[in-house]
């Protein structure tokens, strides 16, 4: 496994940049990343719809939230690769095909999340800004989310470490990720799988604990910062 990692880190690390594409952990730190930070404001609008006074918007966000958790990720990836091309006939490359799918599937289930935290705060602080005059949007905006989107933290740092080995189902539509990069080796060697692919999950483990660490103590800083305030 070491001779492996001696002779293959470069390309497991980055992939064949600067003399070909970007790959390997690189990339799917990148998926992860961009799949996070873009789900994130459609995570917030899902989660205010859903506890909308409004039943036609809170409705239409259920169907569409149950809907997209109802399904695998892997089935979305299929469809926006395979049949969205042929509806539309406009393809996209496999990165932005892999990448939209992340964002839809990670929005639906982060909205339940942000919902989760903004059904958790006391109905009260709600009526009495609205009994002080304020607006729905500005007490949403400047009462609501701030207190949801901190309670529920950890769950979006455990859900952005999930989002790290959701990336690997790239492999399928030949995204140039880490997966992709591990069966590249091994189709080169032909006879070490076993090695290869053992060194695949002991480097999701790392990236993933790694991750996992460090937003932890970002998590600790925040609530240290907010705790000083």
Sequence with gaps: MLEILQDFWLQLLIGQYPKGPLGGVVMTLILAVCGMLASLPLAVLLAIARVSP???????????????????LLMLIF????????????SLSGFWTLLIALVVYE????????RSGI??????QIEASRSLGVGYWTTMRKVVLPQALFNVLPSMTSQF????KE?????????????FAANQVNNML?????????????????????MSRALRSLEWRVRRARAMV
């Design 54 to 72: 409004y039943r036609w918007v809170a409705r239409s966000a259920a169907v569409f939230v149950n809907c997209v958790r109802g399904m695998p």
């Design 79 to 90: 469809w926006s690769y395979f049949v969205l091309p042929k509806l539309t006939g406009f």
């Design 107 to 114: 929005s639906a289930y982060m909205s339940e999340v942000v």
């Design 119 to 124: 059904e958790a705060l006391p109905r009260g």
């Design 161 to 164: 470490v999930s989002t790290i």
């Design 167 to 179: 990336t690997s189902l790239g492999y399928v539509i030949s995204v140039n990720e880490l997966t």
């Design 190 to 210: 032909l006879t070490k799988p076993l090695e290869v692919f053992g060194l695949l999950a002991l480097i999701y483990f790392i990236v993933c604990f790694s």
